[in-house]
T-cell receptor, first 113, second 114 residues
Framework: SQQGEEDPQALSIQEGENATMNCSYK?????LQWYRQNSGRGLVHLIL?????REKHSGRLRVTLDTSKKSSSLLITASRAADTASYFC?????????????FGKGTRLHILP | DTEVTQTPKHLVMGMTNKKSLKCEQH?????MYWYKQKAKKPPELMFV???????INESVPSRFSPECPNSSLLNLHLHALQPEDSALYLC?????????????FGPGTRLTVT
């Protein structure tokens, strides 16, 4: 079952600009993770944000979480060509009987030279 | 060593073949996962092993058979697959199966069923 829904589905920006991706989810969560996937490769974990946190930073990445709106955003500042990838949010639902994370549909980010 | 390795990288098999995908990690993780991913879609969970025991089977057809010989190894045995099973198969591991832990993914096996 789909829990997270990323927005936009695809995004193209110029190198050096900031990229913002959003993730909305349906039910209360314990935490939310963001992953990056380069074309045809495995996923790489970026950040985990817990339900009692509002913002986390890691290098050029900034993640926010608004539990009242059931949404999260991932901001990549000063984008580089190497940031071209698909980005997925993954949620741990509060009523998680199976202890599994649920991936959203993803945002495909393309950094233009 | 924070790497999950998968072999082979690519696999082409006929519908009557039997093949196996292999996954290995040496991070001491006690949970291992198989995901299936179609193009431009998110990964879909297939199986979870926790402490070498199968803890989740997402109603996967029996033509896919997982095996966890030890805490470092995970196999996926394939038999009588269908063309629609062609996909990227991803293995992942995490410290344990609680979703508070990040998952480490391998590079995947690109499977084509002819």
């Amino acid at each position: 079952s789909q829990q997270g829904e990323e927005d936009p589905q695809a995004l193209s920006i110029q190198e050096g600009e900031n990229a913002t991706m959003n993730c909305s989810y349906k039910t209360s969560i314990n935490n939310l993770q963001w992953y990056r996937q380069n074309s045809g490769r495995g996923l790489v974990h970026l950040i985990l944000i817990r339900s009692n946190e509002r913002e986390k930073h890691s290098g050029r990445l900034r993640v926010t979480l608004d539990t009242s709106k059931k949404s999260s955003s991932l901001l990549i500042t000063a984008s580089r060509a190497a940031d071209t990838a698909s980005y997925f949010c993954a949620t741990d639902p509060d009523m998680n009987r199976d202890d599994k994370i649920i991936f959203g549909k993803g945002t495909r980010l393309h950094i233009l030279p | 060593d924070t790497e999950v390795t998968q072999t082979p990288k690519h696999l082409v098999m006929g519908m009557t073949n039997k093949k196996s995908l292999k996954c290995e990690q040496h991070m001491g993780h006690r949970a291992m996962y198989w995901y299936k991913q179609k193009a431009k879609k998110p990964p879909e969970l297939m199986f979870v092993y926790s402490y070498e025991k199968l803890s989740i089977n997402e109603s996967v057809p029996s033509r896919f058979s997982p095996e966890c010989p030890n805490s470092s190894l995970l196999n996926l045995h394939l038999h009588a697959l269908q063309p629609e099973d062609s996909a990227l198969y991803l293995c992942a591991s995490s410290q344990d199966d609680r979703p508070t832990y990040e998952q480490y993914f391998g590079p995947g096996t690109r499977l084509t069923v002819t």
